[in-house]
């Protein structure tokens, strides 16, 4: 197992567009977690999967945005009509239990 | 909502010196605080954690101090070496204990 596996690395897409990413956590883990971080900051809490339910959502999800865990194994984050406040680094966590988040490394969306 | 300070925003030190990084939460529920090394264009990375039970805790040249009452805690690295050069984010675990809230980082630069 290599760790949290996030897909694209690079997304380079025009305003308006939809963008989809997808995230492989660690085998065992249970918990999947998606932030973002833009430059000059620390990751921002998005979503929070147990198994397959979407446990926790943060006001910085707008209805733009949605995710999906539909096996309890990968997830998908959606971003539909891209604006240019978008662009950012997209980070995916997943961990076993409450402790312990291993990241990946990340996908960077960049909206034109 | 949880809020997570962090200080200093950069600290240069040279080879062989500390360095320590402050953080300060606001929800005295949070009972996790990892803390996370970001390589320039890296995953963060995990380096050490304390938990609520604990009031310090140490792994080599890392250690972390927690003071519940005063709702702050602090990474202290020893003898420091060029490779510790990085940004370094605390978080705590909010009160739902599903999220990790982030700080927005320490630049850390060792000089030889």
């Known amino acids: 197992d290599t760790g949290v596996s996030q897909n694209p690395r690079h997304k380079i897409t025009k305003r308006g567009q939809n963008v989809t990413f997808r995230c492989d956590p660690i085998?065992?883990?249970?918990?999947l977690y998606w932030y973002r971080q833009t430059l000059g900051q620390g990751p921002e809490f998005l979503t929070y999967f147990q198994n397959e339910a979407q446990l926790e959502k943060s006001r910085l999800l707008s209805d733009r945005f949605s995710a999906e865990r539909p096996k309890g194994s990968f997830s998908t984050l959606e971003i539909q009509r891209t604006e240019q406040g978008d662009s950012a680094m997209y980070l995916c966590?997943?961990?076993?239990?409450?402790?312990?988040?291993?990241f990946g490394s990340g996908t960077r969306l960049t909206v034109v | 909502g949880e809020n997570v300070e962090q200080h200093p925003s950069t600290l240069s030190v040279q080879e062989g010196d500390s360095a320590v990084i402050k953080c300060t939460y606001s929800d005295s529920a949070s009972n996790y605080f990892p803390w996370y090394k970001q390589e320039l264009g890296k995953r963060p990375q995990l380096i050490i954690d304390i938990r609520s039970n604990v009031g310090e805790k140490k792994d080599q040249r890392i250690a972390v101090t927690l003071n519940k009452t005063a709702k702050h805690f602090s990474l202290h690295i020893t003898e420091t070496q060029p490779e510790d050069s990085a940004v370094y984010f605390c978080?705590?675990?909010?009160?739902?204990?599903?999220?990790?809230?982030f700080g927005k980082g320490t630049t850390l630069s060792v000089s030889s």
């Open positions: 085998s065992e883990h249970n918990r």
């Open positions: 966590a997943s961990s076993l239990q409450e402790y312990g988040y291993t």
């Open positions: 978080a705590a675990r909010n009160q739902a204990g599903t999220a990790l809230i």
